[in-house]
C-alpha cells in the first residue's frame, strides 16, 4: 500500500474518532444545563415560600407614629434602603431604614422595671439636693449622734477649757447653776455660776459672731429677730448643723400671753445658741465657745440653766424706747432688768492707757 494511501486512512480514522469525542462531550454538557435549569427551579420555589408575603404590610408604614423605624440606623444605611425601596416600591426612602419582624434588631433592647427607674430618678434628685448642700451643713447632714456619744468626743478637751475659765475667775467648781445673760447691742453672752454659797459669780464673756435682726422683740415666725425676755436651755441638739446647739425655751409664758392681746397666731420657735458665725434669729458663738457652752449646760443640768437675752445692758443703762414696738416692750424690760440684778457686771476691760501707764 502507497504511503499516500495510508494516510488518507488514518485521517478518516482520526476524524471519526473526533466526531465521536465531540459528540460525547456535547450530549454531557446539555445532561448538566439541564441539571442546573432543574436546580435553579427548586431554589427559587424554597425562596418563594420562606419569602413573607407582601400581604402582611398591606399599608405604607407612619412615619410618626412606626415602631419599626430606627431613626439611628437612617444614616448608616442608605444601600440597604436602596434595596428595600426596590422590593417594596410603595415605601418613601426619606423614611429611613425599616427593621421587619423577621430580622433581629439588636439595639431593641427590653426597658427596664419602672420601679427601677423610679428609683435611680429618686437617687438622683437626692443626690442633686444633697450637692447644693453648703459643705458644713452637708457633713452635719451625714452624721448621726447620740448626746451621749456627742459629749464623748467634745467635752474631755472642753471641760479642760471651761475648768480653766473657772479657775481663772476664782470660781467654784462644779457650779450648782449657771445663767447665760445675752446683750444684744454688745453682741456678748456672759456666763454667771452660782455656788453653794448661793452667790452668783461672773466667769466669763463670749463674744456673739452672728446674730439677726434689730433691737425689739421676737413676735413672728420669720421676723429673724433674736427674742428677749427670760429663758431657759430646754434640749440639747448634739446634730446641729451649727456644730452643737442648745434651745431656747421661746416662746415663754409671758410671749404667748402678750401673743394673745396681739392677736397673733404662730410666733415662730427653735431659736438656739450654736457655733458657726451665721445666725437667723440665733445667736451664734463660734464652735469652740459654743462647745464650752453645750458641756456646762449638760454638766450641771438643764433645769439649772436660764438664760436672759436683752436688748442692752440694762444694769447700766436706759430701757431703749422703740418707736414702732409694741406697747407693752416696757412692761418687757422691766422683768428682764430685774431678772439681770443679781448678776453683777464685770469690769471693763483694761484700756490700752491703763496697761501702759498703770491707770
Avoid at 52 to 60: D, I, W
Wanted: glycine share 6%.
Amino acid at each position: 500500500m502507497s504511503a499516500s494511501r495510508r494516510f488518507t486512512i488514518a485521517a478518516i480514522a482520526l476524524s471519526a474518532c473526533m466526531g465521536a469525542v465531540l459528540a460525547l462531550v456535547v450530549e454531557r454538557a446539555g445532561e448538566a444545563a439541564a441539571s442546573l435549569s432543574e436546580s435553579r427551579a427548586v431554589d427559587l420555589r424554597v425562596a418563594e415560600e420562606l419569602r413573607p408575603s407582601l400581604a402582611e404590610f398591606p399599608e405604607p408604614p407612619d412615619v410618626r407614629r412606626s415602631p419599626l423605624l430606627l431613626p439611628s440606623v437612617v444614616q448608616s444605611a442608605s444601600n440597604d434602603a436602596d434595596a428595600m425601596h426596590d422590593r417594596f416600591a410603595f415605601v418613601s426612602p426619606e423614611v429611613g431604614t425599616l427593621v421587619m419582624p423577621w430580622e433581629t434588631a439588636a439595639v431593641l433592647e427590653t426597658p427596664p422595671p419602672s420601679w427601677s427607674t423610679e428609683v435611680k430618678a429618686l437617687a438622683a434628685a437626692t443626690a442633686r439636693n444633697f450637692a447644693s448642700l453648703p459643705a458644713t451643713v452637708a457633713r452635719a447632714v451625714k452624721r448621726t449622734y447620740t448626746l451621749k456619744g456627742r459629749l464623748a468626743e467634745i467635752a474631755p478637751v472642753a471641760l479642760q477649757r471651761v475648768q480653766s475659765r473657772f479657775q481663772d475667775a476664782k470660781v467654784q467648781w462644779p457650779p450648782v447653776e449657771l445663767a447665760y445673760v445675752a446683750i444684744k447691742d454688745e453682741r456678748a453672752l456672759e456666763v454667771y455660776a452660782k455656788s453653794m454659797t448661793g452667790a452668783w459669780q461672773f466667769v466669763h464673756r463670749y463674744k456673739v459672731l452672728g446674730a439677726s435682726g434689730k433691737t425689739g422683740p421676737k413676735l413672728v415666725r420669720g421676723d429673724k429677730q433674736v427674742p428677749e425676755g427670760v429663758y431657759r436651755i430646754s434640749y440639747l441638739n448634739p446634730n446641729s448643723a451649727y456644730h452643737v446647739s442648745m434651745r431656747v425655751s421661746y416662746p415663754n409664758a409671758f410671749d404667748r400671753e402678750m401673743a394673745k392681746q396681739d392677736g397673733r397666731k404662730d410666733l415662730g420657735g427653735d431659736i438656739m445658741i450654736h457655733g458657726k458665725n451665721l445666725s437667723a434669729g440665733c445667736l451664734a458663738v463660734g464652735d469652740q465657745n459654743a462647745e464650752e457652752l453645750f458641756v456646762l449646760a449638760n454638766e450641771v443640768g438643764l433645769k439649772n440653766v436660764s438664760v436672759v437675752i436683752a436688748p442692752t445692758d440694762l444694769r447700766s443703762k436706759a430701757a431703749p424706747a422703740l418707736a414702732s414696738g409694741p406697747a407693752w416692750t416696757g412692761k418687757l424690760y422691766t422683768e428682764i432688768a430685774s431678772a439681770m440684778t443679781p448678776f453683777k457686771a464685770p469690769p471693763p476691760p483694761p484700756s490700752l492707757l491703763s496697761s501702759l501707764f498703770g491707770l
